[in-house]
């Protein structure tokens, strides 16, 4: 937790922050604003904790400390410049006020619980077990490709878990089929942030939700946070391309660029990494597995998921009738506005905490049954809850950050500085871009959401996407910048995600990165162009996912090539 000084000390990384800070600033000092009406615009100086947040994180890959030196300057800004005043009120208003919040508190619980509980899972055989019944259906290159991508569609509820699982127990066997290390390295990385990020219900969704309530919870939409994600996801365009990409590879036999001439080393020589491939140190995966002596069992993994998933869409519907006795609307799991109100109505923190707690008791009975000592059980869940401590930390400092941007009108500035005409059709994809560099440069897709949801989403409202024809409009700004993130964070070379998948797939990181980077920006053209610019302009968002399956199995099509063996048999199985 405590952060390292040896950035500090390079000479290079300070001229870039310097750089990267004065240019901004002056940018931004030097823009004319223009009165709109009904907006009260900040000073110019209100962007500069967020400029200063991606800075130092871009510079020191520092980002605990890159959203602190922001939330201290935002505190100077709001409350003046005596030290004793700023700081205090800044602490009290940014910080204590966030951590006393009551949806706040659950929602940290939630995400303690959650986490705890998979670890729990884990030491009870669950994960083994599901990863045997994959392991035993994949009995050729493709299938085994197939199976790796579907076994991390399986762990969709983190995206760390999914890394270690699926990459270190696939790797014999993709070794086996002479399948490149290159090649799983991408399966396993294109499984993680982009399911953990669609999922309702993750170790993501409680970071999402928690950015997101407060920012929809007021005038004009007052919406539950959940709702709003909910609402963002027929809008995550770059996450269903990425999918798309890893299931229409592996089907096809088909790559292109790097990836296929990995793929060719492979399968012709037998040498499934590089030559001069220096893969990272190997993952502790120590606890990622069943504990001693305990056999693996599927059940112990999907009986308390399933629990919990039920717990979730259950209480969102319990919780939330009540808007459908205020609408006069009967009671229907088919009629999609009972959907729509209980969801948007529904305290989504004191729902996901009861599920999750649900989901605990069950993962704990179920590992105690199946032989795990309480004492391990407990110490499972203790170790789980530890691995969460960076990323409370990071969300905390996130709803700091929006604070500050309230407190200092940004929104209203950057409204000023069009004079209310930007066009509001081009803010997803103006979105989408600015999240994906923020997010590839600092290799954080959470420290990107924390630090521009706030600044993107009262913009949208402010521009006009807040009710009738253009409220999908703020959703898919909503999507954009997740999205946004997960391909920055995907993509890049300093992305705790990718490195942790380059790791467990025993790749070389560098030999990672330049491999999946042609995919991962292929993904990212087509859901800019179909999704963030086809669907803004009026194409009916049902047509953006056949359109993106069309066009990705186009670019293999023309771009890729079948590997030998599918060229002349159907897809029999490697031998080493």
Not at 323 to 347: C, H, K, N, Q, Y
Request: charged share 10%; proline share 7%; net charge neutral.
């Amino acid at each position: 937790m405590i952060p390292s000084l040896e950035p500090f000390r390079s000479p290079r990384r300070w001229a870039i922050f310097l750089g990267v800070t004065g240019a901004l600033a002056l940018i931004a000092w030097a823009l004319p604003t223009r009165p709109v009406e009904g907006v009260d615009p900040g000073a110019w100086t209100s962007i500069l904790p967020p400029v200063l947040a991606v800075a130092a994180a871009i510079a020191f890959r520092q980002l605990v400390l890159a959203l602190v030196l922001a939330v201290v300057l935002g505190s100077f800004l709001a409350f003046g410049p005596s030290p004793v005043a700023a700081l205090g009120s800044g602490t009290s208003t940014f910080l204590l006020d966030n951590v006393t919040d009551g949806f706040n508190l659950r929602i940290i619980a939630f995400t303690l619980i959650l986490v705890g509980a998979v670890h729990v899972m884990a030491r009870a055989g669950g994960h083994a077990g599901i990863v045997a019944f994959v392991q035993a259906r994949a009995r050729s290159a493709r299938s085994t490709r197939t199976s790796t991508g579907l076994l991390g569609l399986l762990f969709f509820f983190d995206d760390y878990a999914n890394s270690v699982v699926v990459g270190t127990t696939m790797r014999p066997l993709t070794d086996r089929m002479r399948i490149s290390r290159e090649k799983l390295a991408f399966l396993v990385d294109s499984t993680a942030a982009p399911v953990a990020g669609l999922a309702l219900v993750s170790t993501w969704i409680a970071f999402e939700v928690g950015l997101l309530q407060d920012l929809v919870a007021g005038p004009p939409l007052h919406m539950d946070g959940y709702s709003a994600f909910v609402a963002s996801l027929p809008f995550r365009f770059y996450c269903f391309t990425a999918l798309l990409f890893v299931f229409t590879s592996s089907l096809s036999g088909r790559d292109f660029g790097p990836m296929r001439r990995a793929e060719e080393r492979a399968l012709r020589t037998g040498a499934v990494a590089a030559p001069d491939a220096r893969p990272l140190a190997p993952v502790d995966d120590r606890h990622a597995g069943p504990a001693p002596g305990i056999e693996p069992a599927a059940r112990n993994t999907l009986v308390p998921l399933a629990v919990l998933l039920t717990l979730v869409i259950g209480g969102m519907l319990i919780q939330g009738r009540g808007a459908l006795e205020d609408a006069a609307i009967a009671f229907s799991l088919l009629d999609p506005a009972v959907w729509r109100l209980t969801f948007g109505a529904a305290d989504s923190s004191v729902v996901l905490l009861h599920a999750s707690i649900g989901g605990l008791l069950t993962a704990m009975a179920l590992a105690v049954l199946h032989g795990l000592p309480p004492s391990a059980a407990l110490a499972a869940f203790g170790r789980g809850v530890r691995t969460m401590g960076l990323a409370i930390v990071i969300l905390v400092l996130a709803w700091a950050i929006k604070g500050v941007c309230d407190e200092l009108q940004t929104a209203g500035w950057l409204i000023a500085i069009t004079g209310g005409e930007l066009p509001l059709v081009w803010l997803p994809l103006i979105t989408f871009a600015l999240a994906a560099v923020t997010a590839f440069a600092t290799g954080t897709s959470w420290g990107t959401m924390g630090i521009l949801l706030p600044v993107v989403v009262p913009l949208a409202l402010a521009l006009g996407a807040h009710s009738g024809p253009s409220l999908f409009l703020l959703f898919m700004t909503i999507a954009a910048v997740l999205d946004g993130a997960i391909f920055g964070d995907h993509c890049s070379p300093i992305s705790d995600t990718t490195v942790l998948s380059s790791i467990a797939s025993g790749c070389d990181h560098i030999d990672h990165v330049r491999t999946q980077a042609p995919y991962a920006l292929a993904a990212m053209a087509l859901a800019a162009l179909i999704g963030y610019t086809g669907v803004a302009m009026g194409l009916p968002p049902l047509y953006s996912l056949p359109l993106l399956l069309g066009a990705t199995m186009a670019l293999f099509l023309l771009l890729g090539r079948p590997l030998p063996e599918h060229a002349s048999s159907d897809d029999g199985e490697r031998s080493p």
